[in-house]
T-cell receptor, first 114, second 112 residues
Framework: GAGVSQSPRYKVAKRGQDVALRCDPI?????LFWYQQALGQGPEFLTY????????KSGLPSDRFFAERPEGSVSTLKIQRTQQEDSAVYLC????????????FGPGTRLLVL | GDSVTQMEGPVTLSEEAFLTINCTYT??????LFWYVQYPGEGLQLLLK?????DKGSNKGFEATYRKETTSFHLEKGSVQVSDSAVYFC???????????FGQGTRLTINP
């Protein structure tokens, strides 16, 4: 079936704007993850959902970052009052089960904050 | 905390050369270890994994062996092709946890 999809693929925001990034996981996948990848770096964990429950949000860098997955499928990562340091690629991944299953990644959303 | 260190890139090789990309990790317990690859213009894909000491993961001619004694998971391929040009990421997942911890990535370029 289809893989993980993310939208938009590119987003340019002015500093101080709010943005919303969408992730459509693979159908039936229980777990969903968000990662942030700065230029030239490896992805860094932001948050994790099991169905609709957000079980780990330890990687969210500030209270300007908020994620939700209200029906246990599509997820949205929201960044309020964007700052230049938020510029990065935001990756979504999903996995079939709960623990230590292979994570399948989407193509990412490249966010540029001017 | 948990961490992964990869050899710095970029790495440039000629076609049919032998490839090694070093990866070492720091983690408590017995993590699972992964190599992910990112081809130009594409998303991260799992290349191979190993879940316990002395396991060997393999795929597409690439291999990596989980070495607990040296906390390493080096990626090797005997004869690289131009199509192997990509960025390679080593990662771990601690036992009982969900999130992946990634290294900084190694960019590999293979010249014909």
């Amino acid at each position: 079936g289809a893989g993980v999809s993310q939208s938009p693929r590119y987003k340019v925001a002015k500093r101080g704007q709010d943005v919303a990034l969408r992730c459509d996981p693979i159908s039936g996948h229980v777990s969903l993850f968000w990662y942030q990848q700065a230029l030239g770096q490896g992805p860094e964990f932001l948050t994790y959902f099991q169905n609709e429950a957000q079980l780990d949000k330890s990687g969210l860098p500030s209270d300007r970052f908020f994620a939700e997955r209200p029906e246990g499928s599509v997820s949205t990562l929201k960044i309020q009052r964007t700052q230049q340091e938020d510029s990065a690629v935001y990756l979504c991944a999903s996995s079939l089960k709960r623990v230590q299953e292979t994570q399948y990644f989407g193509p990412g959303t490249r966010l540029l904050v001017l | 905390g948990d961490s992964v260190t990869q050899m710095e890139g970029p790495v440039t090789l000629s076609e049919e050369a032998f490839l090694t990309i070093n990866c070492t990790y720091t983690a408590t317990g017995y993590p699972s270890l992964f190599w992910y690859v990112q081809y130009p213009g594409e998303g991260l894909q799992l290349l191979l994994k190993a879940t316990k000491a002395d396991d060997k993961g393999s795929n597409k001619g690439f291999e990596a062996t989980y070495r607990k004694e040296t906390t390493s998971f080096h990626l090797e391929k005997g004869s690289v092709q131009v199509s192997d040009s990509a960025v390679y990421f080593c990662a771990l997942s601690r036992q009982g946890a969900q999130k992946l911890v990634f290294g900084q990535g190694t960019r590999l370029t293979i010249n014909p």
